[in-house]
């Protein structure tokens, strides 16, 4: 070997340790930084962290780490709904920081459940619905991506989507007491937000008494039912409390009512002690009760079953059934 072919190699050999060093050194005050940036977002001060992870990126772009904790911060400045310019733009920096980590890291299940959380975050429900129904297209009977469909329509406000998806997602678990009890228990939320408030639970349908004059006062003449005279005449009933746009009311409250208490009695049938179920049927009947103001027999009879249910309900919590 020649003196020069010696030397080429020495002086390569020597470059190569100058790049290996280098690359040693910028790993290690990436690592720093990432450090750093971890500190500021354990203090609250998420701004400057993300910025410091920035100043890493340059440092070690290819660690996983870094990505995952970027995503994290920028999460943590996103407003309720994520409406607003400053959150807009944070959620595109934890979706891009979480895109990173899947391309480093297509095995960490961390980078698809974060993307996912923020879309949420910023109530993006039409990336959502299209993400999950093509996962439905390529999974038809996985029960987390229909349990999550539900989710995403009912946060979107259409709880009749909602609803479809829940009872899907009970048909794949057909003897598991805890997906009938879902849907029961979700069909109760879609009656009581929709015209099943207090007021509705205080009103009475049935024809009322007169009302009982004050002390001091000559009491009215009461109309006399012919034949009884001794029986005063009772006045109808109120009318009841209005009803608002969105509110389900009549037939569709009690045929919904309907489908709670079945999937409730599906879920009493395959765990007979299952004491939510339980109460779960009497608050069920109770909402059915409000679609029955315009038939008080039918109406009592509700009230009736949902008296039952709940007794045996505080049977079963108290262990005397």
Not at 95 to 115: G, I, K, S, V
Not at 216 to 232: F, M, N, V
Not at 296 to 319: F, L, M, S, V, Y
């Amino acid at each position: 070997m020649s003196c020069r072919s010696s030397s080429s190699s020495r002086r390569r050999a020597l470059l190569v340790i100058a790049a290996v060093a280098s690359l040693g050194c910028s790993e290690v005050r990436g690592r720093k930084k990432i450090q750093e940036a971890n500190e500021l977002y354990k203090r609250g001060r998420y701004q400057e962290a993300v910025s410091v992870f920035e100043a890493a990126e340059a440092l070690v772009p290819n660690l996983p780490t870094l990505w995952l904790n970027k995503g994290y911060t920028c999460r943590q400045l996103i407003a309720p709904g994520g409406h607003d310019p400053e959150s807009r733009r944070a959620a595109e920096c934890a979706l891009t920081a979480f895109r990173r980590l899947h391309e480093l890291a297509p095995t960490d299940p961390r980078a698809e459940q974060l993307t996912v959380q923020t879309w949420f975050d910023t109530d993006d429900f039409p990336t959502l619905e299209k993400t999950f129904l093509e996962r439905n297209q390529r999974a038809p009977n996985d029960y987390d991506v229909v349990h999550g469909l539900q989710e995403v329509y009912y946060k979107w406000g259409k709880w009749r989507e909602a609803l479809q998806w829940s009872t899907r997602a009970a048909a794949l678990r057909p003897n598991d007491a805890e997906a009938h009890y879902g849907v029961g228990t979700f069909i109760w939320q879609i009656l009581a937000a929709h015209g099943g408030g207090p007021d509705m639970a205080a009103y009475d349908p049935r024809p009322r008494a007169a009302p009982v004059p004050d002390d001091g006062e000559a009491p009215a003449p009461q109309p006399k039912r012919r034949g009884r005279s001794d029986q005063p005449e009772l006045l109808p009933p109120l009318p009841p409390p209005a009803a608002l746009p969105d509110d389900i009311t009549g037939q569709a409250r009690v045929d919904l009512a309907d489908q709670a208490i079945a999937h409730l009695e599906k879920a009493v049938a395959l765990r007979p002690h299952h004491a939510d179920a339980l109460t779960y049927l009497a608050l069920v009947w109770r909402q059915k009760s409000f679609g029955l103001f315009a038939e008080p027999a039918a109406w009592q009879q509700a009230i009736d079953r949902a008296n039952e249910w709940q007794k045996r309900a505080c049977a079963e919590r108290t262990g005397k059934s």
